[in-house]
T-cell receptor
Framework: AQSVTQPDIHITVSEGASLELRCNYS??????LFWYVQSPGQGLQLLLK??????LVQGIKGFEAEFKRSQSSFNLRKPSVHWSDAAEYFC????????????FGQGTTLQVKP | DGGITQSPKYLFRKEGQNVTLSCEQN?????MYWYRQDPGQGLRLIYY???????QKGDIAEGYSVSREKKESFPLTVTSAQKNPTAFYLC????????????FGEGSRLTVL
């Protein structure tokens, strides 16, 4: 079955420190992978996506993610975190069949200490 | 601007009442989706539609109903049969098929009193 696991429910980092959010997936074929960010009470905004090609993808707001097929992982990174990065982050895999559906992880809440 | 509009943003209802959440998109997307979000559970798919006049159940469709009479609109009704309807509801749209990327609305928070 297709699934996404985000092992860390909550992460706290200091402003200016580096960040890595983990994502592991289970998918039968070559996956399309996504990271979304959600501010409190808001919808989801796409940070970046991987479809094929270069396994290191760049996104908005200084984020990047690396696809590692051998580890079934798609971890999100940022070299220096800003207070405005505090939010909830969702990893997603898809599409499921030919439906366009995405399967989401449980989310990781990022808290940034001043 | 192109996007997805959900309304209302906040909604309160009494137990036993049905309520309908609106979702409209002007992105010319064929596919639309409703997800439910609860703390610590991520997003769970309620219903989706890949084309007008057709829709399929997602993982947690019980107690919900939808319609897709127009390409732009995909309203969700939370019926009195939904045992725990208090949640944050997110509507999304996409080109469907095997491209995968979804675009989300701002969400609607339903509270049952």
């Amino acid at each position: 079955a297709q699934s996404v696991t985000q092992p860390d429910i909550h992460i706290t980092v200091s402003e200016g420190a580096s960040l890595e959010l983990r994502c592991n997936y289970s998918y039968g074929a070559t996956p399309y992978l996504f990271w979304y960010v959600q501010s409190p009470g808001q919808g989801l905004q796409l940070l970046l996506k991987y479809f094929s090609g270069d396994t290191l993808v760049q996104g908005i707001k200084g984020f990047e993610a690396e696809f590692k097929r051998s580890q079934s992982s798609f971890n999100l990174r940022k070299p220096s975190v800003h207070w405005s990065d505090a939010a909830e982050y969702f990893c997603a895999v898809g599409p499921s069949g030919n439906t366009g559906k995405l399967i989401f992880g449980q989310g990781t809440t990022l808290q940034v200490k001043p | 601007d192109g996007g997805i509009t959900q309304s209302p943003k906040y909604l309160f209802r009494k137990e036993g009442q049905n309520v309908t959440l609106s979702c409209e998109q002007n992105l010319n997307h064929d596919a639309m989706y409703w997800y439910r979000q609860d703390p610590g559970q991520g997003l769970r798919l309620i219903y989706y539609s890949q084309i007008v006049n057709d829709f399929q159940k997602g993982d947690i469709a019980e107690g919900y109903s939808v319609s897709r009479e127009k390409k732009e609109s995909f309203p969700l009704t939370v019926t009195s049969a939904q045992k725990n309807p208090t949640a944050f509801y997110l509507c999304a749209s996409g080109t469907g098929g095997n491209t995968g990327e979804l675009f989300f609305g701002e969400g609607s928070r339903l509270t049952v009193l």
